[in-house]
């Protein structure tokens, strides 16, 4: 079945510092893939998507590059700030459903 | 709606007990979906449905749970004889067709006491 797999948290930056969460993803088909935010007191929110292979998904600064060869959709922002705090969830879409399998969470806390 | 919304935001229930969580979705959007999320973890597909039918119901854990969509609108996710492991947050999610952005409500927390 499918799987996606990321990093544990808590990640804990200081302001301006880069940001990498890491992602892998196991399916049997060729999935789109997502991450989502989820900002304290609030709900899931779409980041950014991509939809085939070598694509990169961008929005309000961060990216992640579709990567097939190694099953990989790792999010990455250049310089974070406090408001970036929350958690980002992983996700990959196969049908035409679009039922989400979700990674279990990475919690970002960004200091002053 | 401007969202999706979600009812009860939290609710307490007695081990045993039935309980019901509604989402009212986005206005015009055909597809819904249900998920769960334990605590620490990523959310878990329960159940969409496409109008009024379901048309995947194969996250439902048992034959506890159980979700309508009469008029293809509002949907009641329903939970009979509530355990200890029930205790989560239920999200539900709506969009327009079963193949565009999903937008997310605020969950309702159950915790079985």
């Known amino acids: 079945g499918n799987s996606v797999t990321q990093m544990e948290g808590p990640v804990t930056l200081s302001e301006e510092a880069f940001l990498t969460i890491n992602c892998t993803y196991t399916?049997?088909?060729?999935?789109?893939l997502f991450w989502y935010v989820q900002y304290p007191g609030e709900g899931l929110q779409l980041l950014l998507k991509?939809?085939?292979?070598?694509d990169k998904g961008s929005n309000k600064g961060f990216e992640a590059t579709y990567r097939k060869e190694t099953t990989s959709f790792h999010l990455e922002k250049g310089s974070v700030q406090v408001s970036d705090s929350a958690v980002y969830f992983c996700a990959l879409s196969e049908d035409a459903g679009n039922m989400l399998t979700f990674g279990g969470g990475t919690r970002l806390m960004v200091k002053p | 709606g401007a969202g999706v919304s979600q009812t009860p935001s939290n609710k307490v229930t007695e081990k045993g007990k039935y309980v019901e969580l509604r989402c009212d979705p986005i206005s015009g959007h055909t597809a819904l979906y249900w998920y769960r999320q334990s605590l620490g973890q990523g959310p878990e597909f329960l159940i969409y449905f496409q109008g009024t039918g379901a048309a995947d119901d194969s996250g439902l854990p048992n034959d506890r749970f159980f979700a309508v969509r009469p008029e293809g609108s509002v949907s009641t996710l329903k939970i009979q004889r509530t355990e200890r492991g029930d205790s989560a947050v239920y999200l539900c999610?709506?969009?327009?067709?079963?193949?565009?952005?999903?937008?997310f409500g605020q969950g309702t927390r159950l915790t079985v006491v």
């Open positions: 991509a939809t085939k292979a070598d």
């Open positions: 399916a049997t088909g060729y999935p789109s």
């Open positions: 999610a709506s969009s327009t067709t079963g193949n565009t952005e999903a937008f």
